[in-house]
């Protein structure tokens, strides 16, 4: 007899940044069920989002493609239809697909191969948030980022982000009940995402009070002149308003103070998921993965937010825990979230990992996982073209240097081993020059740079016009509209009271 195939559980945070977290080595923050995950799993040590922005790094988590090669530029670029993600290939492998929370889909498909969701999104599905590369200067202060997230921060008992977060903390506690007592015995893979600990940086007080703001670090690498930042970081602080002026530290202190409260908020969610599982009878073959879609550089270098390739913005913590499955440990090799999709296929046997409908480019890491290797040879890249922006920027790292491209900007390479905290550009130094060149053919190996910067510019003109066409006149929305029907749920009399009662009661498995 074939042996069950595992199900996934796929827990994903917003903004996270990987140094941030106590197993990555933080000593403030306090995040027990993380931890235990962590104890029981593989952690990633290098892991990098492949796009430091909410959407495009969400669209090439699933599809296991760059966002350039599919066109998800930016927050404001729709997700094609017609992309296969890992929800497709599992759904048609015999897997029961279902999303809870945030994914920030644009466009009119709000599903992209879920075969159920249990939330709206926490962010618009149109073109809205379009950048202009045109007008490098110009702020959409309707939606850009600025500094009150920071000026603001403290405890806070409600905001946008907690009403979502408490609605998919409990909505996906509840479903794992629901697989455990359904007749349908597919295995599942269950996306679980929540908003926090994006800004703005606020979280109720219970949280706020579990830190001594005395505790609370300030940021290792301080707050750099404005003419000593490279041009990226310089227009960076332009488009979140934070320019030249140097942030008090009571500001700085108030804010990760909030943000560490967000991240022991989202710790206790994921318990209860955690608890549920359990007591479901469903951990043992389950295998759990927890990740971010990118970080947030929280003040280091007087940086705020994300949308840099600097290592808060762009290394996410990347766990996959399942004790049956794959022996504790820690892995450097550095990986990236396109590589979710092919572990994926590999992990569960998917036929299609052989031959897949699109060509992926990520690598599985089933044989890092299960220690039959110790390292890939292949670079990890990421990309940025979105605000901030004025030409496509690749960020590229293989073995202990990252290097980071523009045709705007004069080249980063930093030794990340010598130099963690990014404060030497090799790139000028005379004896670094062929290493440099070595990275600019992976670079225009990856993608012709001057194609690509008018296939944005061509892109983001077309959403304009057509977001300016949608919002006059009658306006029909692509956001999703949850739908639960109401006539199946608890006691109707066209059920058997008997059979109810039965099917909905679990006897707890620990």
């Known amino acids: 007899m074939a042996e069950p195939k595992p199900n996934i559980l796929i827990i994903q945070a917003d903004q996270l940044a990987a140094p941030a977290l106590s197993c990555y080595g933080h000593k403030v923050t306090k995040t027990p069920n993380i931890d235990s995950l962590a104890e029981g799993g593989v952690i990633f040590d290098s892991a990098y989002c492949n796009n430091p922005l909410c959407a495009p790094s969400r669209f ?11 066109g998800a530029y930016d927050n404001g670029a729709e997700f094609p239809a017609d992309i296969p993600t ?11 697909t279902t999303l809870c929370g945030k994914m920030h889909f644009v466009g009119a498909d709000q599903l992209h191969g879920f075969e159920e969701r249990l939330t709206t999104d926490v962010y618009p599905a149109d073109h809205g948030w379009t950048p202009d590369w045109t007008r490098p200067t110009h702020r959409f202060d309707w939606w850009y980022h600025n500094m009150d997230s920071v000026y603001q921060a403290g405890p806070c008992e409600r905001t946008n982000q907690i009403d979502f977060d408490d609605e998919v903390g409990f909505l996906a506690e509840r479903h794992i009940y629901d697989l455990a007592r359904d007749n349908d015995k597919r295995p599942f893979c269950m996306a679980v995402s929540f908003t926090d600990p994006h800004d703005p940086y606020a979280c109720p007080k219970e949280y706020w009070d579990r830190y001594n703001h005395e ?3 300030l940021p290792k690498v301080e707050h750099i002149d404005y003419e000593q930042c490279d041009p990226h970081s310089q227009r960076l602080r332009h488009a979140c308003k934070m ?8 500001y700085i202190r ?21 608890k ?55 892995i450097t090799t550095p990986v990236s979230l396109v590589d979710l999709l092919p572990t994926l296929l590999d992990l569960t046997a998917d036929p299609h990992m052989q031959d897949p409908a699109d060509r992926l480019d990520g690598n599985s890491l089933l044989t890092l996982l299960r220690g039959e290797a110790k390292e890939f040879k292949r670079p990890v890249i990421s990309e940025y073209l979105g605000e901030g922006a004025v030409a496509p920027m690749i960020m590229v790292r293989q073995g202990r240097y990252k290097y980071i491209h523009s045709p705007a900007d004069p080249p980063l390479l930093f030794d990340l081993e010598a130099d963690p ?16 060149l070595e990275f600019e053919k992976i670079i225009s190996e990856h993608q012709d740079l001057d194609e690509l910067n008018k296939d944005i510019l061509d892109s983001q003109k077309k959403r304009r016009l057509v977001f300016r066409a949608h919002m006059s006149g009658k306006h029909t929305s692509w956001d999703f509209q949850p739908v639960q029907d109401a006539s199946q749920k608890y006691m109707r009399n066209h059920l058997n009271l008997n059979d109810v009662e039965r099917c909905a009661r679990i006897t707890s498995k620990t």
Not at 61 to 67: A, F, K, Y
Not at 86 to 96: C, E, K, S, T
Not at 421 to 436: M, Q, R, T, V, Y
Request: hydrophobic share 35%.
């Open 254 to 274: 108030n804010a990760r103070h909030a943000y560490y409260g967000q991240i022991s908020y989202i710790d206790d969610k994921i318990g209860r998921i955690l």
């Open 60 to 70: 090439s988590m699933l599809s296991g493609q760059h966002s350039s090669k599919i």
């Open 421 to 436: 905290d990014e404060l030497e550009n090799l790139a000028l130094e005379s004896g670094h020059h062929d290493l440099c």
């Open 215 to 217: 505790d609370i670090d």
């Open 276 to 330: 549920a599982l359990e007591h479901s009878g469903l951990k043992e073959n389950t295998v759990v993965i927890f990740t971010a879609d990118h970080g947030d550089m929280l003040g280091e270098r007087g940086l705020w937010y994300k949308m840099s390739f600097h290592e808060w913005s762009a290394r996410v913590p990347f766990i996959v825990s399942s004790p049956q499955f794959f022996q504790p440990g820690r």
């Open 86 to 96: 890992f929800a497709h290939y599992l759904r048609a492998n015999g897997y029961r």
């Open 243 to 250: 320019d030249r002026q140097k942030i008090d530290e009571h």
